[in-house]
């Protein structure tokens, strides 16, 4: 089974800040990874598939990077209404695996 | 639009049965794959299993922790996909979402997701 690390599982950040989430898979899973932001009692929203492509309908401020083991997910200039959880999936095989989630709170 | 909508999650005693269902609207079901899956505060996300689409048979996979006791099966007439819950378990309490998949096998879509408790 592939293991998604994801770190760390918490950080505080103001608005304006450039912040970045790491994944790391093992074994390696090539591009097949994405990024969901998910906000308290709502369902998870897809942001970002094939490891750096942009969902239809999510700004460009949410950009992803990596392949192979390592990635990340960056938001360029936090605003108030990016304040959730973010979690990463790997779909390249069976059991699709997720990591742990990052919780980014307002400082 | 895309709408998925669950619904069937409840209280169920250990042993017992549940039967999730899983509405779409907005796409042909017969085209996607569609996946269920879990969330529990202490676990975080688990994938549950997988329905192929129609191309594909329909054929299933699931995760270990589910296999023989979880069942996928669908109704494209109704635009549904269902998750048949046996022998239940404390440890499946979780919220119950299904995805829309995509051909590159990324999800598109998630539902509003279903509560599932597990309690005597």
């Known amino acids: 089974d592939i293991q998604m690390t994801q770190s760390p599982s918490s950080l505080s950040a103001s608005v304006g800040d450039r912040v970045t989430i790491t994944c790391r898979a093992s074994p390696g899973i090539s591009k097949s990874l994405a990024w969901f932001q998910q906000k308290p009692g709502k369902a998870p929203k897809s942001l970002i598939y094939a490891a750096s492509s942009l969902q239809s309908g999510v700004p460009s401020k949410f950009s992803g990077s990596g392949s192979g083991t390592d990635f990340t997910l960056t938001i360029s200039s936090l605003q108030p209404e990016d304040f959730a959880t973010y979690f990463c999936q790997q779909y390249a095989s069976y059991p699709l695996s997720f990591g742990g989630g990052t919780k980014v709170e307002i400082k | 639009e895309v709408q998925l909508v669950e619904s069937g999650g409840g209280l169920v005693q250990p042993g017992g049965s549940l039967r999730l269902s899983c509405a779409a609207s907005g796409f042909t079901l017969s085209d996607h794959y569609m996946d269920w899956v879990r969330q529990t505060p202490g676990k975080g996300l688990e994938w549950v299993g997988r329905s192929r689409n129609k191309a594909n048979s329909y054929t299933t996979e699931y995760a270990a922790s589910v296999k023989g006791r979880f069942t996928i099966s669908r109704d494209d007439s109704k635009n549904s996909v269902y998750l048949q819950m046996n022998s239940l378990q404390t440890d499946d309490t979780a919220v119950y979402f299904c995805?829309?998949?995509?051909?590159?096998?990324?999800?598109?879509?998630w539902g509003q997701g279903t509560l599932v408790t597990v309690s005597s």
């Open positions: 995805a829309r998949v995509s051909s590159n096998y990324y999800y598109l879509d």
